[in-house]
């Protein structure tokens, strides 16, 4: 919005042209969206916690001392996420970008999965919300018009194509079958986000820093010297999803202020099924659909200590790991939460300098 009011006036006040330039938009949608968060954080917790008087229930069959620490603390924390983004991304962003509105609708068709899913939780007092059949049925469905979208919004010649990093030009076609793959990619990212938030602060910093990974990597694609520079594909206006990611990391930054140990809140299925599909898209959008599996390996770990868990329990009756998801596992160990906490984020921001490295080593 404020970027189409600069341009109506730039002929009177010069200094407009500022609001043109992606990098100080990326910079205002984090403060905005961080502020807003700050301002608007405990009113909506409050809210949260009339709406919620017992909090979210917590796995009975999960870590002993998180039905005594963690009972009570309202969920749906996504809401505060969700809201901040759109904020920022109204003020910031330019509104008449494809790839912004399939961003927000991404955001929020999932979100709002995850609040239904999160409101049979606390109805219910249960740890299950929507059948597994039923939520994957709907975000199936979502996907599939998202990837719609953006296949026919990029240049047709990379629109189902995906690039192998490391490799110059290793690039394969997978024509109509990119439908499916474009389906795993967004499923996998939200529902991988969903399993790695089970601690306080665990799966918001790692979201935090795939974003500014892919801020970067949106505004190198979306700029056709760099593009042509670093052998990646060009993809005009894909800069803007830097602005997007900005108000990402401003809202993760927001909502870790209130989920920092000891949580006020949970961001529930609402934020994490809203930030996992968002990071999918956005990694599709720019056309690195292996490198968000790289930057995002932790989520991928998590997702595959549960495949794991399942299989292995099945086939053979025995556990692999002493309690999927992985983090259990280490709590089931003995270790401190912050211990798993700090260590995973640390795992996070050496596949985010892997996953940035495949950029330039081709």
Request: proline fraction near 3%; glycine fraction near 10%; aromatic fraction near 14%.
């Amino acid at each position: 919005m404020i970027k189409l009011l600069a341009e109506e006036y730039l002929n009177l006040y010069s200094f407009l042209n500022l609001f043109n330039f992606i990098t100080f938009r990326t910079g205002a949608a984090i403060l905005t969206s961080l502020f807003f968060s700050l301002i608007f954080g405990e009113m909506i917790i409050n809210s949260l916690s009339k709406f919620q008087p017992i909090g979210q229930p917590i796995r009975i069959d999960g870590p002993e001392n998180h039905i005594i620490q963690k009972s009570g603390t309202p969920t749906m924390g996504g809401i505060l996420i969700i809201l901040s983004i759109i904020t920022s991304l109204f003020l910031w962003s330019d509104l008449s970008n494809k790839y912004v509105w399939i961003g927000i609708f991404t955001l929020i068709s999932f979100g709002t999965i995850g609040i239904i899913d999160d409101y049979k939780k606390i109805k219910f007092n249960s740890s299950q919300g929507l059948r597994g059949r039923t939520r994957i049925f709907f975000q199936i469905i979502i996907c599939f018009i998202i990837i719609f979208f953006i296949i026919n919004n990029l240049n047709e010649k990379i629109g189902t194509t995906i690039a192998f990093p490391f490799f110059k030009n290793f690039v394969i076609d997978f024509g109509i079958f990119y439908f499916f793959i474009g389906i795993f990619i967004i499923l996998g990212s939200a529902n991988s986000v969903n399993l790695t938030d089970g601690l306080d602060g665990l799966a918001i910093v790692p979201v935090m820093i795939v974003a500014m990974s892919f801020a970067f990597i949106a505004y190198l694609s979306g700029n056709i010297f760099f593009a042509e520079y670093l052998l990646i594909s060009y993809i005009p206006g894909s800069g803007e999803l830097s602005v997007f990611c900005g108000a990402l990391i401003g809202s993760a930054l927001g909502f870790l202020w209130f989920n920092a140990p000891p949580a006020k809140v949970f961001m529930g299925d609402t934020g994490s099924l809203a930030l996992g599909s968002s990071l999918g898209s956005i990694a599709i959008m720019v056309k690195h659909e292996i490198v968000l599996a790289i930057i995002g390996g932790l989520f991928v770990l998590e997702t595959l200590s549960v495949i794991i868990q399942v299989i292995s329990f099945k086939f053979t009756g025995k556990r692999v790991f002493m309690m999927a998801p992985l983090h259990h596992h280490f709590e089931k160990k003995g270790w401190a939460e912050s211990t798993i906490v700090i260590r995973f984020w640390i795992i996070t921001i050496v596949l985010a300098l892997i996953g940035l490295a495949t950029l330039k080593i081709r």
